[in-house]
Structure formats: C-alpha cells, structure tokens
C-alpha cells in the first residue's frame, strides 16, 4: 500500500506531525509510504508519483487534497483520504483535542508532585489562540479538580514567577 504523507512545511509542527506519521507507518509492514511538501512543484510530484506507483491512500493537510482533488476527478480516480488539520463533513479528519492535552498536562505534573502550577500563554495567531484556550481549560479544570489553583501567566512572565512559591509545574502553549 502506498501512502501519500502531505505537509504544508517540514518545521514546526509539520515536521512533529511528519515524525509521529512515519513512527506510525513503520509499524505497518505492508506500508510504503512517501512525503510530499505543499510547495510549488507539489500537484507536479504528487501526479508523478501517482502515475509511477500509484497511491492508495493520502494523508495530510486540507490545502494540499484541495490542490490534487480535480486532478483526481479528471481522472475518474477516487483517493480515500484522511485529513489532519482544518476539520470538515465532506471527509475523515483528525485534529489534537486540546482540552484533553491541557487535562493531560495537569495530571503529569500533579504525578510529579507540583503543588504550584501556571499555565503559560503565548499564542500568537487566531488558530493558536483558540488552542491555547481549550488547553488551557482543560489544565485549570483538572488542577482545580485536585484543588489546586492554577495561575496564567502571559508574555513577559518571569517577574510573575520570581514572586511564586516553588518549585512550580508549567504547561506552556507551544
């Protein structure tokens, strides 16, 4: 079977997404599968590959399947797909649940013994913001859960931290 793998860009969070798919696939032993960057000789490759090999299956981001879906079409050929950002009806997704990485966030660190915890935020986009938001929650729901207040701290917050009893358990954004 071969897997289409496709990100916007290989840093940042593309490039942890890439690593947690490979780990993923390399547990397949039927996989074989191939990334592609949303580039400009993206439509170019993917068509390439598509002829030589053929794909079986594409994963990733919303943007590039929008790019191959005529091409796909054009050609009579269905692709199931299974996109990981930008949910939608129209096809499989997955996205991170953020309140739960919050929730998670908290449950390690009250397993480590903090008694002090913050949460630090530095979103900077819209999309970030509403991450950070659900994260956020879920972190003070669960510290508060297991009667601890938790503090936020925002940009410039080390005066904030010299004034905190330590040691203290941080969850930042990103």
Known sequence: MHIAYVSQFWFGGGKESLAGFLHFAARKKSWRTFPLC????????FFARLDKDGIDAYVGCRQ????????????????PHVILDNPAADCPCCTPDNRAIGEMAADHLLRLGYRTLAYADKASDASDVLHSEQRRLGFFDRSRAAGRTPILLHD??????????????????N
């Open 38 to 45: 949303l580039n400009e000789s993206f439509k170019k490759s």
């Open 64 to 79: 590039g399947f929008e790019i191959v879906r005529p091409g796909l079409e054009h050609r009579k050929t269905s692709l």
């Open 156 to 173: 410039d917050f080390v005066p904030d931290l010299q004034r905190l009893p330590k040691p203290i358990g941080i969850m930042a954004y």
